[in-house]
């Protein structure tokens, strides 16, 4: 799947290989809890079942039907030719993705206010091909309305961030 | 009727301005959120949670149970005019509104939806009236091993009555409860699975589970379809309504049949989605004008949105009574129990007269004011979704990023739910089912408590499980549950293939 390759309908990601991913990483994750379990006490103590009792089993069942699910997804490799997603839809969804990884990232440091405006504003001026004014006008009033619902109204008070930008409103 | 005396005293208690004026507000966010992607009843009640913290719990529930009945109520109006359910129990509606809505009878379709949905709701409160009372003086009597006993039939009726693969949902499961499991150990104080991390120490909340798993991982899945939202106009004439009333007492066997559905997958975690379809498929059986569904029939609105209002009113009965939700949204609703310092469960009916009378007074009354609200502002809320949804998408996942915010006040968990918006775009696309993994992670713990006291008790003996009748019969029954896939297809080898034909397009939820 190079670059280079015109896209068509066909091409994209395989349904069987996300479902064997998946069950592998719920398999693992189940070995995890499982031995964690185990360590923590997953028998008989003194006094009852120890902390490791119910995670235990619970693990047995996740590993369990996982493997299932893996050997079911690559046993029906060659059957199964149906696609997890192509590449346009793929495309589309990153396209939400990436910015909302971005703006969660941009949370960290600005805080919530600041950060909705600006994500608000740059996703309607690149994806929904608003104008500038537009879009700011938007994703300002947007994050206005939530801080007097959330500061001022419940009292609720929101992320600022770490270099906390909006200080000097005072609250 | 110590029921009625008590329901009365219900009403006292909701009918204060303050609580009618929530009312009002629930059901219109309620509707909004039933409109929009990404938001539905499960996550726009975990989104606005923490604001009801500082209520009395029974204002606070009142609004949160309201805006239940609203996104029910809302889910009808993407259906019909959009042919795009706004939530997985409004599928089978699409069926005959869409089609109506194309031959210009859009105000009709609503209509019905609207007024079935009431009737299915209505049938479902009188059943918990007095119903619930029963169940929680029954339920006084229980130990540890019955409660768990509930607990393991719940989960056991996921397998037997969901949709798509066992293993799937067993995995969906224990996932739930392994992460539910992550943080301090109730009864040891030791701290479990979480690996040195502090952030961890905390476990993980299942509002930031709900608000990732149906508010990001709907909005990635609605990208994909790359949704353009292209509708019908619709507006409501008061003789269309007039009309359709007229014409929808011919189909009350209709009506009781699919309340009926509705009461019984609603109790049973069967839940709403299920309820609705094999209410459309149980009237397009048996109607005479059965063959003419899918092309526009009345009838096939009404089955479809009676079943799944009535179911997801049901769903409450359980949780009420037992302390065990029997929906995503109704465990939204236990956990906000939680946060208000009452303890669900059939002591609530003894100690907290005020607090459960009220809301199931306020069921009727909310579902009375959400029908006149539905009715009345249809086109307003058709308009909100010609908005676009370039303003719309990124709107709503700042609303989700404050909502999973103001949980605990950490950042830490909104990467959680993006992290949990991944998991659910995925596992909605590999028919992972969200809801069993939603209540293990909100039972976990309770149902560990009770596991841990009844092998406490009985010193590892597994027979306490059978030690008397009745915990003997629902452990049964739940393994009976549990199996069924597998007795299923022993009978289908025996008795020869059955195909069922809406089976296709029901979602996994």
Known sequence: MSPSTPPSPR??????????????????????????????????????????YFPFYIALVMILASAGILIQALRSRRSDTDLFVDRASLRQVLQVLVPAVLYVLAVQFVGIYLASALYIALFMVLLGRFGWVHSLAVGLGVSAVFFVMFEVWFKVPLFKGALNPTAFLGY | MAELGSLMQGFAVVLSPMNVLLMFVGIILGVLIGVLPGLGGANGVAILLPLTFTMPPTSAIIMLS???????????????????PGEPWSVATTFDGYPLAQKGQAGAALTAAFTSSFIGAFVAVVMITFLAPLVAKFALKFGPPEFFAVYLLTFCSFVGMGKGSPLKILVAMSLGFALAAVGMDTVTGQLRLTFGSTE??????????????????EILLSMEEGLEFKGKQARIDPRVVLQTWKELPRYWMTSL?????GIWMGI???????????????????SKDGAKFGTGQIEGVVAPETAA???GTSALLPMLALGIPGSPTAAVLLGGLLIWGLQPGPLLFVEQKDFVWGLIASMYLGNLVGLIVVLTTVPLFASILRIPFSIVAPVI????????????????????????????????KLDYPLAPMVLALVLGDKAEDSFRQSMLSAQGDLTVFWS??????????????????????LIALARGPKDDELAAQRPVD
Not at chain 1, 20 to 29: D, E, H, K, T
Not at chain 2, 476 to 484: D, N, Q
């Open chain 2, 257 to 261: 049949r699919s309340s009926l559905v």
């Open chain 2, 309 to 311: 209002h009535a179911a």
């Open chain 1, 11 to 52: 091409d994209g990601i395989r349904n069987t290989t996300v479902e064997a991913l998946v069950a592998a990483i719920i398999l693992g994750l189940g070995l995890v809890t499982a031995t964690e379990s185990w360590r923590l006490g997953a028998r008989w103590t003194d006094d009852g079942p120890g902390a490791g």
């Open chain 2, 268 to 286: 049973t975690p069967g839940g709403a989605t299920p309820a609705s379809f094999m209410s459309y498929g149980l009237a397009k059986k048996m």
């Open chain 2, 200 to 217: 961890l120490m905390r476990g993980f909340d299942f509002l930031i589970a709900v608000i990732g798993l149906f508010g990001i991982g």
């Open chain 2, 66 to 84: 309201c805006i239940y009945w609203g996104a029910l109520f809302g889910g009808a109006i993407t259906s019909i005019l959009f042919n795009i």
């Open chain 2, 468 to 489: 008397n009748p009745l915990v003997g019969s629902i452990t049964t029954l739940a393994l009976i549950m549990l199996l069924w896939p597998l007795i299923a297809k």
């Open chain 2, 397 to 428: 996942i700042v609303i989700c990023a404050i909502g999973a915010y103001t949980v605990h006040s950490a950042m830490f968990d909104v990467w959680l739910m993006l992290v949990f918006g991944v998991i659910g775009y995925v596992f909605k």
